[in-house]
């Protein structure tokens, strides 16, 4: 039997290949991993390297979707990590909202992206 290990885990179809910096209504706290920043300001910093999923459940990614599906699964990764707290949930999903509206998705769409992270 061949001794060589992998180790790799599936789920995600997107790599960042570039840091990404915005600045988000989620004020006073600071969290940080090795992809990941957010500062008390709410500037959130995504690091070259981070991986996610885009949409999940029943819908397809598209231009208009994949920053807000970004931003969204960051923060969500950060309360998953219990650096940033469940109150923030609601911003989060209304964040994805706005993005997605503000990258050229119907209002329609987005409403019912909204609807399904609730």
């Given amino acids: ?3 060589d290990h992998i180790y790799y885990q599936k789920g995600y179809k997107y790599q ?4 990404y910096g915005l600045k988000i209504p989620i004020t006073g706290f600071s969290a940080k991993t090795y992809y990941l920043e ?4 709410g500037v959130l910093t995504i690091n070259k390297g981070y991986a996610w999923n ?4 029943p819908t397809f990614d598209t231009k208009s979707s994949m920053r807000g599906s970004l931003v969204h699964d960051a923060l969500y990764q ?3 990590l219990d650096l940033l707290p469940p109150s923030c949930r609601d911003e989060a999903d209304e964040l994805l909202h706005t993005i997605c509206v503000e990258d050229g ?5 987005a409403e019912g992206w909204f ?3 609730e």
């Fill in 1 to 3: 039997m061949k001794g």
């Fill in 16 to 19: 960042m290949t570039r840091c």
């Fill in 38 to 41: 957010l500062t008390p300001e």
């Fill in 54 to 57: 885009g949409a999940s459940g």
């Fill in 78 to 80: 950060l309360m998953r």
């Fill in 105 to 109: 998705m119907w209002h329609w769409r």
């Fill in 115 to 117: 609807q399904a992270v």
